[in-house]
């Protein structure tokens, strides 16, 4: 069957809260989407949508450097959410609209009252998407990662709800105890969310260099999120739950964590992805890595017979 198709004919077209995206595989807020030149570089590129930094109300610098080692197996940073502050974002997506695909803007606020600011200002943006609520920044000293405290998400959610006239989806922190999963999909179940990002780094790991006998990044004495090959089997496991979970709702899961190449993509669409983003991947190699994620997938989906990502998107099997 896989020789009856030709590769112009396998779309990779999906869609997130009813908005077309021309490609599944795009950029993770964090690497090389903080400035306007980085975001028109992913406008220009394969990537099916444009994904901001995480803005807070008011520019940041973040933690103290090193606070990003790319290693063998992966990454780890404690960047602090630096960032131009949410209006460069927000006044960037009238020119980002030239290019074929939407522009999501990921929002981190400092306190609750940031968040619904922000939330409430970006209403005036005909041109922003989507919101991508970030309840999972490992990264800032003293500040706890709100998708851990389910009432607190639940609190937030209500205030943002109230204020917010885009479609709003969460990055969510990686879980990894059964009950966990059910209690935020019962918080994400009383919301119109419109999508939930699967996941962001496995916060507060330590990565040592043993010629030195000391960590390798300089923030929280060396603690930071940890991203690449090393989180993939967490990130798959939070994608599959979320989406059995969920998937009563038009809600999509979009999976984070360990993609690399188009296996990768293609193992996170048939836990249940409607899309993939790539982090520590497009860290290393910058904007080509969407194009080849992309023929990978494709060489895939021929090899197995599929024309579309919905041919086998969540239809992993049990044995
Ligand atoms: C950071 O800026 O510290 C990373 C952002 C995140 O992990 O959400």
Redesign the pocket.
Known sequence: MSNDISLNDISLSTKIAGIALPSCIYNA??PLCSTADELHAIGKSASGAILS??ATLAKRA??PSP?YIDTKWGSI???????EGYELYANLSNELNAYDKPYFM?V?GMSFDENVTIIKELANFEHISAIEL?L?????PGKPQAGYDFEQSRSLLEAVFAVATKPIGV?LPPYFDMPHFEMMASVLNDFPIAFATCI??I?NGLVIDTSLESVVIKPKHGF??IGGDFIKPTALANVRKFYTLLSDKKLAIIGCGGIKNGMDAFEHILCGASAVQIGTHFMREGTPCFKTIENELKSIMKEKGYHSIDDFKGKLKDI
Not at 136 to 140: E, M
């Open positions: 807020s964090g930094k995480s973040g933690n606070r940073n404690s960047m602090g959410l630096p960032n990921s981190s970030n999972s920044c490992p990264n800032v990055k962001n780094s916060g930071g999120g």
